[in-house]
């Protein structure tokens, strides 16, 4: 397992705006993002589970008004921001493909197992 740094711990504020990132995924780059809700970081797959577009209504914003969850700005699709689970809207049911990250020493390591990126 290979590890990489995506950003300082300290650019991810709670609730705030998320990092973009991009992982290798059976050859090819896909868009990624990490969060930071409850004191945790979590990183998924920059996709709605309705169609493969990405999240963010603006730049690295993917909280909703109330920064409790994570919101697809095409559709109005709500996840949960620490699991990924699709809470309600055009989801039906499908959640975001999480990432494997852990913070080590100030930094966001992502954890990349087999060189595609996802654990």
Known sequence: MTQRRICRSDEL????????????????????????F?????AYLNRCGHVPVELDWQQGEFFD????????ATHGALYAPDSGHCLGGRCNGKGLEKLVVTEHDGWVVLNEEGGQGVG
Request: net charge positive; charged share 20%.
């Open 13 to 36: 504020a709670e609730g705030g705006p998320g990092v973009r990132f991009t992982v290798e995924r059976f050859g090819a780059g896909e868009p990624a993002f990490l969060v930071r």
């Open 38 to 42: 409850r004191g945790q970081v979590h």
């Open 65 to 72: 008004s109330s920064g409790l969850y994570l919101i697809c």
